[in-house]
């Protein structure tokens, strides 16, 4: 990347640093004043400097020169912030610890008036959950950032090889600083995700202006603004891996789902690795990333010829190494659409149109995925004598592994299973799996990535920035022990109780497609509609599923095998695997307002059971709960299908704790009846009620004395479940299964 452009990214990235710095000092200046203040505490770069001191102006000064990068800065940022005047985001004294606004208050038809604490990301502790209170931040939050900023600035040199570095520090740190205290319509973006836009912007503007020879950037970005947000200047490109549930799941053999979260954790990176590659190719950087994860990402690029050739011969030549290496399991499709800044803040139609018309290429390519050439090149060999691989079935490239003929990449997972708690992950030339072309990963050490050659680093769920030259990705990896010991640890190991059972679970977002094109459309004439509160979206989703989701999961008996940008796949300890998605669906309603919703399906398996058949059949419970009317979770059999409130409040939380609490008052003679409560419930008949009324006054009289009184409560509840509705009986033939299974004994 050449100096100039690698100036425009810091400069973008830091125009409106001094937003931070003034809530800090409560400096009543400008902030480009203050910002560029700040900055030159720790370089001399000039160009740098005089982007943060000049781009907030609200008029550009004319003593710039044609072609200084304060035109493309200034109009990127007025372009990232959705609105067609200047970016001004001085203001009163008493504003500048105003609280960043919950980006779901204008989310659905449903204002609310939510605020977030300005605060650090952190990984541990409570999630930044926004609130209703609304007085200011206190300064004390700002002098702790600011001085988090100083501190990383001295070490920066700001090179090219720091800039992921930069969007690192300045995600973990501002992501809950607003980008304005003034503009109503920026309250809700960050001053993290507003920055990243304008460097991204800014980015694209360049390389466009570069392909037209067009270096008088006063002229076209300054007073011919209002033209130049009418250009195609913008591309909205996208990318969809496919095959990753089959290529996760699909796999033979007991010992196989030891790979399962390296198979996941390996698809992650690949998608990374597809970014970086294509940013890499086109000379932008990840401030040009909107989103990536579960196979997907967006990317804002210039529109030019030269990256529309990139964009076709990077697709191209990915394919041709997936075909190389997965045959037909693994296919990437790109699509994208030139855009106008106007067109993103002007209609929903046209807003709408941009994403439809990407969608459509993507979709239009999996149709048809290979050329004459490649159908003809994977159709060569004919059947294939060879044996199978013993875990994905594949039949190119076997080799003996562990007395198993296996293929070259899951011999490969076998390797990478046993690296996938590390911290950093190298991309080389030569050596660990193949990621891309000629390109391979692996996890190390701290010491060994001291040792190493690489061209590029991965570092996984951290902030830290211990490693300037890093990539820091955030993975869903939580694993409490391996797969085949769960059913084991269902069982209380005391007492011996529980059913020896693991449990999966499988869980999404509710229509989260339709949330993301219109959630922005329905308040003040879809106003609101603007890519800032796309990105920003985005991020709020993927903070949940990605970085906060280990702490949902922490010290329970599972291991989260794949978390995407709305999906979610684990394996545990029944009874574990309840309780976080519990704990997870209530913490998703309180992080959305209950905006947006979650169906869950969670079977329950022997421990021998192949991970492709758990993973099937928990996928049709989920499709059930989506039936539902979604918001919904099917728990074991597709008969036992409820609203979430409704199986947390009325079963888990209500019948199943009246059931152990009066049950385990009665011996194991007394236990037995619980069934035959079950079998009347299943075959309800008011004739039935007798029987009922026989069964409970039995189990009265071997209630010890000191409990009957208390038995008798619980008799007649269970007598109101019976003859109640039909839902009510379901909701207590739940309720006891569920105790069936804790107090089960299996040798």
Known sequence: ??????????????????????????????????????????????????????????????????????????????????????????????????????????????????????????????????????????????????????????????????????????????????????????????????????????????????????????????????????????LLASFDLSGIQDFIYN??????????????????????????????????????????????????????????????????????????????????????SPFSANDMTTTLENYRKVYQTTSRMISQKKISRYDAKTLLELNQGGKSSQRECAICHSVEKLTKHNDQEVCHICAGMYRFSKEIQEKYYLVTKEKGLPIGPGAYIRGVSKDELAQEEWTRVYVKNSYSTDLLKATHVFVGDYKYAEIDQYANLSKDSESGQGIKRLAVLRLDVDDLGAAFMAGFSYQEGGKFNTL?????????????????????????????????????????????????????????????????????????????????????????LEGAAKDNDKDSISIFDKDYTLKFDQFIDNVYRGKLEHIRYYFNIQDERGKSFVYRLIELLRNYDRMNIARLAYYLTRLEDQTPKDKKEEFRTFKDLFFSWYTGSEI???EAEMALLLYVYEIRKDS
């Open 1 to 234: 990347m050449k100096k100039e452009k690698i100036d425009l990214v810091y400069g973008s990235l830091l125009h409106a640093i001094g937003k931070v710095i003034q809530g800090s000092s409560y400096d009543e200046r400008d902030i480009g004043t203050i910002g560029s203040e700040w900055f030159k505490r720790f370089s001399d770069n000039k160009k740098i400097a005089q982007q943060i001191a000049k781009a907030t102006s609200i008029d550009v000064t004319t003593e710039l020169a044609p072609d200084s990068l304060v035109y493309i800065t200034s109009a990127a940022a007025k372009i990232a912030s959705g609105l067609k005047g200047a970016v001004k985001t001085q203001e009163r004294k008493e504003d500048f610890l105003s609280k960043q606004s919950d980006i779901f208050n204008v989310f659905s038809d449903s204002p609310s008036q939510r605020y977030l604490d300005a605060r650090p990301l952190e990984l541990g502790g409570e999630p930044n959950y926004a609130k209703e209170a609304t007085g200011p931040s206190d300064q004390s939050d700002y002098d702790r950032i600011v001085e988090t900023l100083e501190k990383e600035f001295e070490r920066l040199d700001f090179s090219q090889s720091q800039i992921d570095a930069l969007l690192n520090l300045l995600e973990s740190t501002l992501s809950y600083v607003p980008a304005s205290t003034k503009m109503k319509e920026l309250a809700d973006i960050s001053l993290a995700t507003y920055s990243r836009l304008t460097a991204g912007f800014a980015l694209a503007i360049a390389d466009y202006l570069a392909e037209k020879n067009c270096l008088d950037y006063e002229k076209v970005l300054g007073q011919d603004l209002e033209n130049f947000y009418d250009q195609k200047a913008f």
């Open 251 to 336: 796999i033979a053999t007991a010992g196989a789902a030891k790979q399962l979260k390296a198979r996941s954790l390996y698809l992650d990176f690949m998608g990374e690795h597809i970014v970086d590659s294509l940013l890499e190719k086109l000379e932008l950087t990840r401030a040009n990333l909107l989103y990536v994860g579960g196979g997907h990402a967006y990317f804002i690029l210039p529109n030019t010829e030269k990256t529309i050739e990139i964009l076709a011969s990077f697709e191209a030549e990915f394919n041709q190494f997936l075909v190389q290496h997965f045959h037909t399991g693994l296919y990437v499709a790109f699509g994208w």
């Open 532 to 620: 800032a509160r796309s990105a920003t979206f985005s991020r709020s989703m993927s903070l949940f599923f990605k970085v906060y989701i280990n702490q949902f999961a922490k010290e329970k008996k599972l291991s989260i095998i794949y978390a995407g940008g709305d999906d979610v796949f684990a394996i545990g300890s029944w009874q574990d695997i309840i309780e976080f998605t519990i704990c997870l669906r209530q913490n998703f309603i309180k992080w959305t307002n209950g905006k947006l919703t979650l169906s869950a399906g969670i079977g329950l398996f022997p421990d021998k059971t192949p991970v492709s058949l758990m993973a099937e059949e928990t996928g049709k």
């Open 728 to 730: 009510e009986r379901k």
